[in-house]
């Protein structure tokens, strides 16, 4: 199975970064010039993502922690959603094991938002209080318009969940009309 995900997303996202690269090429000297190559490099990194994951998944390197956090807001903000980061210093003590935790619950509510909240702010917020860890990411939902559905499974908030219960946490994804927020709380470990 692991071989046919790879044989068939790997094709896709080939044909979208050979499609997006020709879209820069031809739109170099126009204002969309930068917007296409990002597109690009972004369809090359989930590709060598991808690679990692299933074809060397036992070379497979360590899942940034906090550290890396900074870059994913940034790469976030670049493609349309500001993030608003707010991490206490205590948050760099954690085990790897927590930050790992850490880094993946934001990058799954990061990505949920640039494909249900296109263009609007995400706030992060990494906090330790006593024994308890507490990550909260929230952004507004803009009004629904006639279109495409965003492509969603629905999967990545059940892998969230998973992730943080089985360190002993808690997480909760609510949804309003006009705002979602996911609180993951854990034990600081």
């Not at 997006?20 to 369809?43: I, N």
């Not at 206490?88 to 935790?101: G, K, M, T």
Request: hydrophobic share 40%; proline share 5%; glycine share 8%.
């Amino acid at each position: 199975m692991a071989r046919d995900v790879h044989d068939f997303v790997g094709r896709e996202l080939t044909l979208l970064t050979v499609r997006s690269e020709v879209l820069s090429m031809r739109a170099r000297e126009t204002a969309y010039g930068p917007d296409f190559e990002e597109l690009a490099d972004t369809a090359r990194r989930a590709h060598l993502v991808l690679n990692e994951i299933i074809v060397q998944r036992g070379e497979r390197s360590a899942t940034p922690g906090v550290d890396g956090l900074r870059a994913l807001a940034e790469e976030s903000g670049r493609a349309g959603s500001p993030v608003r980061l707010t991490m206490d210093p205590d948050v760099r003590e954690l085990s790897p094991l927590r930050q790992a935790a850490v880094y993946r619950v934001v990058q799954e509510c990061l990505t949920n938002a640039a494909k249900h909240a296109h263009g609007e702010p995400i706030d992060v917020s990494i906090a330790v209080d006593g024994t308890q860890l507490r990550i909260t990411v929230g952004n507004a939902l803009p009004a629904r318009v006639p279109g495409r559905a965003p492509v969603s499974a629905g999967s990545g908030t059940a892998s969230m969940a998973e992730r943080v219960q089985s360190l002993g946490g808690t997480l909760e994804a609510t949804r309003t009309e006009d705002a979602y927020l996911v609180v993951a709380t854990l034990p600081r470990g």
